[in-house]
Every structure is written in C-alpha cells, then in structure tokens.
C-alpha cells in the first residue's frame, strides 16, 4: 500500500473510516474536557460573581490571583495534580492517579480561574448598569447573584467555550496525570505527541485536524445556541 | 458549597469507576517509551491478557522518571533498561526483584554524508571520539532515560567531556530527539527498535552498528511489598514470570517491524 503522506488525506480517511480506537480516543478527550468545563463551571461562576458582588479584605490580591491562574502551565497543573494523587501523596488513598478522573481534576485546575476571573468581570460590568434597580426593590446580594448570572448568560456561554477550548488543547496535564495508556487515558493531544514521536508526522497532524474539526463543531453549536435563544428572548 | 463539592466529587468518582469496571483486573506497568514507541506492546499485552485475562496499563515514559513512579508507589511493575540502575533501586530497597527479559542495541545514526567519518572506524569508542574531533553536531536526550546514561557512559569511555555548540541536550524522548537530529542533520545514539519503526528519517541513516558496549539489556523488576503493600503484586508476578516464560519469550521474539526482529529475547 502506498504511504499516505497528506495529513490532510490522513485526516479525512481517519473521519470516513470511523477507526474505532480513534472513536474511543475522540469521545474520551470530549468526555474529560466536558466535565471538566461543567464541574469548573459550577464552582466558578458562582465564584467569580461572589468576588464581583462582595467586598472584603483581600478582594484585590484575589482578583490578582485569579487573572494570574489564568497562565498557569498546563504541566504546572499537571504536576501539582500528580503529586496530590501520586501513592506517595495526601490523596494517593483515592487510586485516582492514571484513570480519567484525574485528568478531570488537572483540567478543572487549569479552566476554573478563566471562568471565575471572566465571569467576575461580565457580572461586574452588569452590576454597574442594575446597581440603582436592585437597591430600589431592596435586593439582597444573595438575591442578586442568579440575576446577574442569568443575565450575563450569552457572555458566560462564550467564556465557557474559552474554557473548554484551553481544556482540550493542553497535553502537558493529562499526559502527566494520565499517563497516555492506551484504551485507558489516550485522549487526542497525547496521541498527536506519541505520534509525532513515531515520527508519523502525517498522522499526527492529520490527527490535530479532527481535533480542529470537533472543537469546530462544539463551537458551531454553541453559536447558533447562542443565536436561537437570543432571537426568541428577543 | 458543601454540595458542590460532594457532588464534584461523585462525578468524578463515577467516572473513574466507568473506566475501572470494563478492565477489572489490570496491573499499571512502568516502562520506557522504547518499548512503547516501536509497538511491542502493541505486540506482546495482548498475548499477556489472552493467557491470564490480566489487562497491562503501560505508562511509558523515560527510565529516570519510570524509577520515580514507581518509587512513589504509583506503579504495579516496572521494564526498563539500566540494569546498574536498577540493581540500586533493589539495594535501596525499592524493589525485590530483578531479571533479564530481552536486549536489543544501540546504534549511531547520523547525516548520509557522515563528516565525521564514524562509519569507517572499529569501536563505539572510536566513533565517539571521531564526532568529538569533528565537533560534528550531536544531538542527546539529555533526559536522564536509560539510552541517555548509556551514552554519557559511552562518552566516558571515548574520554570526551561532551561540551560546546557542537553537543545539544534536548531533554526529550528517543522519537521527538531523531525529529530534531533529523532536521539539524545531526549525529544521535538510538535505541534499535525506535529507530527502526521511526518515520521521519530525512537525510538520516545508520552509520554505526554492532560493538558489544552498544548492548542494550532490559530488566523486568517486582516493586517492594513491605514499601508498598497496597501495589496488586499477585498480578504483577504474574506478568513477570509470563514474560521469562517460554510463552512471553516466544512473543517477543516474534516481534517484527518491517520484517525485522528488534528485541531478542534473554531471560535466564
């Protein structure tokens, strides 16, 4: 058979003959960086308008904080992770360290400061405009914060998919805490590295083209989400 | 806050059994990415699980960072291949047990025209030192691996200090390093197999081959019971002894890349 050597043709030929290691290696990598959006999602939002509603000492630092997470190196996180679920580690109890959770987890580290630091802004901004309406019907702050959430809700969507687009394109984490087993933790960044190694340059970036192509779809989707709700709530 | 916590928890908890339950016995083994990279895993795990119904979870990575997983308890089994590193391991009381599975070997590889002339000479040591004279570009692992220490001890013997513009240390794997050499046309020491099943050669070719100090022997080591009680060492031992068995010999011995035998099966 005649080497393929278009990543292009590669790509396409992955996509058409469903492959179902790449199948299992597709839906594992959307999986992980899924729940790990959702999960940091949950805790960050909250966080992030809790921060734009209350003042308290140490507000500025936390701030600070926040936007500086938002660099952390992927293998940073990786490697922090790796030693809290390591055998030799506080949490090596749990038997998390090489399985999927943990590579949920490393990617919950690396997503929820983007969330909790852009989202404290978009809430912050609309607090701005509703500030005088809130205090005319007595509103407490508690009281505040799913309004203000619901509301930013087309700016949160987009900050979700930041999110998820820093989740499924960093390797340096769920290579070290997952270790790239195959069948196992092999998701689409760390097959494109054990590829490239190979030397199958083709593949690999014939590889990096169907991750491309999802995070494409999920953003397609998440637009005319966005546009369909927008035009019915007018 | 509690609730979210709880129930971060129970996500992540029910995925990590999702993913447990369809392999529910697997040992998790340590090993190179040597091994890894030229498929004889791809090989020879199978064969393993057929025999015993035992999945093999391999986390390949370099040897050095190998012994610190499996130091730190994260790792059922260990392969690699620096027997006087892991004949220390043992004495430290790392691990319990040791023996020979397989050997391959090293060879040089290096740009067509080879300046450095290294393929006309007799010993490693000699085309060693021929690349040290030319300050031909050599490109290293430099990642602490057991092909790394293999060849710091082989400049050591060609009594080169490898230093200067001419010597660069990549910190990388066996494959992304010949991507590098291959682009700088640059001299590089390889494992056998990597270089066999690697596919980006470029104006890569092998120069030097067959000197018995190149002789590349991987080791099958038992982590520590009293250090780790919690490691599955059942399992472990009986991947161990499938692979000095007659059965896991003959499966590495008939594994082939282009036809080619790169692991030779030595298991006393």
Same mark, same amino acid.
């Given at each position: 058979m005649e080497k393929n050597n278009n990543a292009f043709d590669v790509a396409l030929s992955l996509l058409l003959n469903l492959d179902a290691s790449l199948f299992q290696i597709v839906a594992l990598s959307l999986q992980v960086s899924i729940l790990a959006v959702l999960i940091? !999602?949950?805790?960050?939002?909250?966080?992030?308008?809790?921060?734009?509603?209350?003042?308290?000492?140490?507000?500025?630092?936390?701030?600070? %904080?926040?936007?500086?997470? #938002? /660099?952390?190196?992927?293998?940073?996180a990786g490697l922090m992770v790796y030693l809290l679920l390591s055998r030799a580690g506080p949490l090596g109890e749990w038997g998390l360290l090489f399985t999927p959770g943990a590579m949920v987890i490393a990617q919950v580290v690396l997503v929820l400061p983007i969330l909790a630091a852009?989202?404290?802004?978009?809430?912050?901004? %609309?607090?701005? $405009?509703?500030? $005088?309406?809130?205090?005319?019907?007595?509103? @407490?702050?508690?009281? #505040?914060?799913?309004?203000?959430?619901?509301?930013?809700?087309?700016?949160?969507?987009?900050?979700?998919? !930041?999110?998820?687009?820093?989740?499924? !394109?960093?390797?340096?984490?769920?290579m070290m805490v997952g270790g790239n087993i195959e069948g196992v933790t092999r998701v689409m960044t760390t097959s494109i590295v054990l590829e490239t190694g190979k030397g199958n340059l083709p593949l690999a970036l014939g590889l990096g083209i169907v991750l491309l192509f999802l995070v494409m779809l999920i953003n397609a989707g998440a637009y005319l989400l966005g546009e369909l709700t927008r035009r019915r709530t007018g | 806050m509690k609730k979210m916590l709880s129930l971060l928890l129970a996500g992540v908890t029910s995925m990590g059994l999702a993913f447990n339950t369809f392999a529910e016995e697997y040992i998790t083994l340590a090993s190179t990415t040597s091994t890894e990279n030229s498929g004889l895993f791809d090989a020879i795990v199978p064969k393993f699980e057929d025999a015993t119904g035992i999945k093999v979870r391999v986390v390949?990575?370099?040897?050095?960072?190998?012994?610190?997983?499996?130091?730190?308890?994260?790792?059922?089994?260990?392969?690699?291949?620096?027997? @006087?590193?892991?004949?220390?391991?043992?004495?430290?009381?790392?691990?319990?047990?040791?023996?020979?599975? #397989?050997?391959?070997?090293?060879?040089?590889?290096?740009?067509?025209?080879?300046?450095?002339?290294? =393929?006309?000479?007799? =010993?490693?040591? $000699?085309?060693?030192? +021929?690349? !040290? *004279?030319? $300050?031909?570009?050599?490109t290293s692992r430099g990642d602490d691996s057991g092909t790394n220490r293999a060849e710091l001890r082989l400049w050591q013997n060609a009594g080169v200090d490898p230093d200067g513009d001419w010597y660069r240390e990549l910190g990388s794997g066996m494959g992304p390093t010949l991507n590098t050499a291959a682009a700088m046309d640059a001299y590089v020491m390889s494992d056998r197999a990597t270089w066999v099943a690697f596919g980006n050669r470029q104006n890569l070719t092998l120069l030097f081959e /067959?000197? *018995?100090?190149?002789?590349?022997?991987?080791?099958?080591?038992?982590?520590?019971?009293?250090?780790?009680?919690?490691?599955?060492?059942?399992?472990?031992?009986?991947?161990?002894?499938? %692979?000095? @068995?007659?059965?896991?010999?003959? +499966?590495?011995?008939?594994?082939?890349?282009?036809?080619?035998?790169?692991?030779?099966?030595?298991?006393?």
């Open positions: 940091a !999602a949950v805790l960050g939002f909250p966080l992030g308008a809790a921060v734009a509603l209350w003042r308290f000492p140490g507000r500025g630092a936390m701030i600070v %904080l926040l936007n500086a997470l #938002m /660099g952390l190196p992927p293998v940073v852009l989202s404290r802004q978009k809430v912050e901004e %609309l607090l701005g $405009e509703y500030r $005088e309406q809130f205090i005319s019907l007595g509103m @407490s702050r508690p009281r #505040m914060m799913p309004t203000l959430l619901w509301d930013a809700r087309f700016a949160l969507l987009t900050i979700l998919l !930041a999110g998820f687009g820093r989740a499924s !394109a960093e390797v340096g984490a769920v | 390949a990575v370099g040897t050095g960072q190998a012994f610190e997983i499996a130091r730190r308890g994260d790792a059922d089994s260990l392969l690699v291949h620096d027997t @006087s590193g892991e004949q220390r391991f043992i004495e430290n009381g790392h691990a319990s047990e040791r023996a020979d599975v #397989m050997y391959n070997d090293f060879v040089l590889i290096g740009p067509a025209d080879d300046p450095a002339r290294i =393929s006309g000479t007799q =010993s490693a040591t $000699e085309a060693f030192a +021929a690349i !040290a *004279d030319a $300050e031909a570009t050599f /067959g000197d *018995d100090v190149l002789f590349n022997q991987y080791g099958s080591l038992l982590l520590s019971e009293d250090k780790h009680p919690h490691l599955k060492h059942g399992l472990a031992r009986q991947w161990h002894n499938w %692979l000095i @068995s007659d059965d896991g010999q003959q +499966a590495i011995a008939e594994f082939r890349v282009k036809g080619q035998q790169l692991f030779f099966p030595n298991a006393k």
